[in-house]
């Protein structure tokens, strides 16, 4: 872990762990005196939550030694606030109530009076979940996302000046440990310039995309967002079906779908025009093995009012990504 100290504030980075690159996760600490998670950094979502004491469907000491769940009658600085948290995720919704604490990120990051969730019942997160080598979720998007009225805890950091700059940057391993900056970004983990494209809706991290190509599909102007909580690809239902039989890949009753290994190093690039700029995404790289199996990384999902694309881990793996908060614009580099 480095440290830069930037005036007031500091830029400090934070290990993102890499599990089958399919989870990405980092550790925060919540109370005084801290008390450790592991949470999904989600460029996703706004609001920070981890399990509580008594947790429902919070997984089993028997699956990778159980959850962390905060203990507020342990911290010092615990504050009640006591409205309800309840939160829908594409995979499914947890409940809960606010509460105030400090919360320590990378060690010496402090934020004093952050509002998060304690959830009582993450049920609605099913398997992945309970499988998942995570406690809980710190949404690194904007406000407008945040619920019960929580300011995030970036937001925070900046005007708590404990961050030099209103940046954060993520560099994801490939079946590798990767790198969460806080407060700047990572000079050594990029080559040549960073391209800078402005945010189309500043409720999100989302950009205008002028073509999305896979072999013959061509998606023409859309929009999508870049989220590290998301491990697929996803987009309309309608354009993940041309795409993925194209290519060969076959649904199956999860609404995902598989490839015949053997096809894997004969898959079109994806390729993503944004600001008349082409990112590829290798068809190596749109392809998740675990045991055996070839997931086809794309997955339909139709949000009526929202982004038509989301770019996750998938995508992300192939650049250095810098989320500037104060300009509101997305920064893509070629990876060392």
């Known amino acids: 872990m480095t440290s830069v100290d930037v005036g007031e504030g500091k830029s400090e980075n934070v290990i993102i762990k890499d599990y089958s690159n399919a989870q990405y996760y980092g550790e925060v600490m919540i109370g005084t005196p801290p008390q450790k998670f592991t949470v999904v950094f989600d460029t996703g979502s706004s609001n920070l939550w981890v399990p509580k004491v008594n947790c429902q469907n919070c997984g089993y000491w028997f699956i990778h030694g159980g959850k962390n769940k905060f203990d507020n009658s342990q911290s010092t600085s615990y504050k009640a606030d006591g409205s309800d948290f309840h939160i829908q995720y594409g995979s499914g919704d947890v409940q809960g109530y606010f509460s105030v604490d400090t919360v320590t990120l990378a060690d010496d990051i402090v934020i004093t009076d952050q509002k998060f969730a304690e959830v009582s019942n993450a049920g609605g997160l099913g398997v992945g979940y309970i499988m998942g080598q995570f406690d809980g979720i710190l949404g690194l998007g904007f406000e407008g996302l945040s619920l019960g009225g929580a300011k995030t805890v970036f937001k925070n950091a900046i005007d708590q000046k404990v961050v ?47 073509d999305i190509t ?39 009753i999860m609404g995902q779908y598989t490839i ?11 390729e993503f025009k944004i600001n008349g700029q082409v990112w590829k995404v290798p068809g190596k ?13 794309m997955m339909g999902m139709d949000i009526p009012t929202g982004p038509q694309w989301i770019l996750g881990d998938v995508f992300m793996r192939k650049f250095y990504t810098i989320f500037d908060y104060e300009n509101q614009k997305v920064g893509l580099a070629e990876p060392n």
């Open 214 to 252: 896979a072999g013959s599909y061509s998606s023409g102007t859309t929009n999508g967002i870049v989220d590290s909580g998301t491990s697929l690809i996803t987009g309309p239902s309608t354009s993940i079906i041309k795409i993925a039989l194209s290519v060969g890949a076959m649904p199956n």
């Open 260 to 270: 015949d290994c053997a096809k894997v190093p004969n898959l079109p690039d994806l």
């Open 285 to 297: 790289d749109l392809v998740i093995e675990s045991a055996g199996t070839c997931l086809f990384a």
């Open 164 to 210: 030099a700059q209103p940046v954060f940057a993520f560099s994801l391993g490939d079946n590798a440990d990767g790198e969460l900056t806080l407060g700047g970004y990572d000079d050594s983990k990029f080559k040549g310039d960073i391209t800078w494209i402005p945010l189309s809706e500043p409720k999100y991290w989302q950009i205008d995309i002028e």
